[in-house]
């Protein structure tokens, strides 16, 4: 019986075991998305490969488990499945940005000039965790404003823009979204203008997210100027953001 077998130890193996069976997920995933129970299964299998692989180490099997993310969200949209079947989807989300999102932040830092130099692993984050934060959105259907977008998958939807809030802010606050095809919109500006005129739905967990966002995201405007890291540069940019919406906020309110 070993008794110094650590956690490397322990992944090694069931990572092996992970790129052997990953064609056999991706066609399920391909195939099944349709069904809100395979959704839900596929939600808690990508989980687990993300907290396996949560020192980024093995960036390949990263991307392969958003890829099957994102092929679940493009399926279930073409199939126009109601918005509530992307909610195990959205908690993946959530758990990548949470677990990932410091990494991908030093990319978006050093695409302003900020912070320390970005390496590869960095910028592969990067892309996933923006091409993930892009579909979060269209699911919810944010950059069409209000009237449009899918309320039962808008906490979900906010939910995620906390986690880029604690995690990559920068990231958030630089992300641009296609409307249609060929105008973009600022998806932290979309993000805001819907949290802001969500406050007044009659739907309780959509006021209740739109509130902890728009709390995250003040939180974040009042960063002191002071420090010199990553986040000051963060807050900068957010406050400009922020204070545009200030005003039209107290007047929802009101």
């Avoid at 008794?3 to 399920?28: D, F, M, Y």
């Amino acid at each position: 019986k070993q008794t110094n077998v650590g956690p490397e130890q322990v992944k090694a193996p069931l990572l092996s075991l992970l790129h052997r069976v990953w064609p056999c997920i991706t066609h399920i995933a391909k195939q099944f998305s349709s069904h809100e129970i395979v959704i839900s299964s596929l939600n808690e299998f990508l989980l687990i490969v993300i907290s396996l692989n949560d020192d980024a180490k093995d960036v390949s099997l990263l991307l392969e488990a958003c890829e099957i993310a994102v092929s679940i969200i493009d399926a279930a949209t073409a199939q126009q499945k109601k918005s509530t079947a992307f909610i195990p989807i959205m908690e993946f989300v959530e758990e990548t940005v949470d677990i990932f999102g410091h990494q991908a932040e030093v990319h978006a830092a050093s695409l302003q000039s900020v912070g320390t130099p970005s390496t590869e692993m960095a910028q592969n984050l990067h892309m996933i965790i923006e091409n993930l934060v892009r579909k979060t959105f269209g699911i919810a259907r944010v950059s069409s404003g209000i009237t449009d977008a899918n309320m039962d998958s808008l906490p979900g939807t906010f939910s995620v823009c906390r986690a880029c809030i604690r995690r990559c802010p920068l990231l958030l606050v630089n992300l641009n979204l296609a409307v249609d095809g060929t105008n973009v919109q600022n998806a932290f500006a979309a993000s805001l203008n819907v949290a802001m005129l969500s406050v007044t739905s009659r739907e309780v967990d959509v006021v209740r997210a739109a509130f902890l966002y728009l709390n995250d995201t003040f939180l974040l405007a009042a960063v002191s100027v002071q420090t010199e890291d990553i986040r000051h540069s963060s807050a900068i940019k957010c406050t400009e953001a922020v204070n545009l919406f200030r005003v039209k906020l107290v007047s929802v309110l009101i």
